[in-house]
């Protein structure tokens, strides 16, 4: 069973950046392949989508933080990012990276319901 693994969180203050990283933890998982997303949850809310990318590198963001987070992935290494910019106090979060391996046609991206594979997040905190 494929695993995923996200690192890189951490608390930073208002402002600053953080890179987050997500690998599978098994071989056999071929990134370029699949399309692959960011989520967030903080305790007592449901988890939202924060960013997500197909396999041709179409992206797309939460209203939420668009034009402050990107997201990528190097497929040749199997390595997903997310680099955070311009953090807020409401981007604390625990972020999850995911995977969509068994879509058919485009990937819709920001869907939970869509995603196959998940990690055990990282958590990120911002300070004000």
């Known amino acids: 069973q494929w695993q995923l693994e996200e690192s890189g969180g951490g608390s930073v203050e208002a402002g600053g950046s953080l890179t987050l990283s997500c690998e599978p933890t098994?071989?056999?998982?071929?990134?370029?392949?699949?399309?692959m997303a960011w989520f967030r949850q903080t305790p007592g809310k449901e988890r939202e989508p924060v960013a997500g990318?197909?396999?041709?590198?179409?992206?797309d963001y939460a209203d939420s933080v668009r034009g402050r987070f990107t997201i990528s992935k190097d497929d040749a290494n199997n390595i997903l990012y997310l680099q955070m910019n311009n953090l807020k106090p409401e981007d604390t979060a625990r972020y999850y990276c995911a995977a969509d391996v068994y879509y058919t046609g485009s990937c819709r991206l920001l869907e939970d319901e869509d995603m196959d594979y998940w990690g055990r997040g990282t958590l990120v905190t911002i300070s004000s």
């Open positions: 098994a071989s056999g998982f071929t990134y370029g392949r699949y399309c």
């Open positions: 990318v197909d396999t041709s590198g179409r992206t």
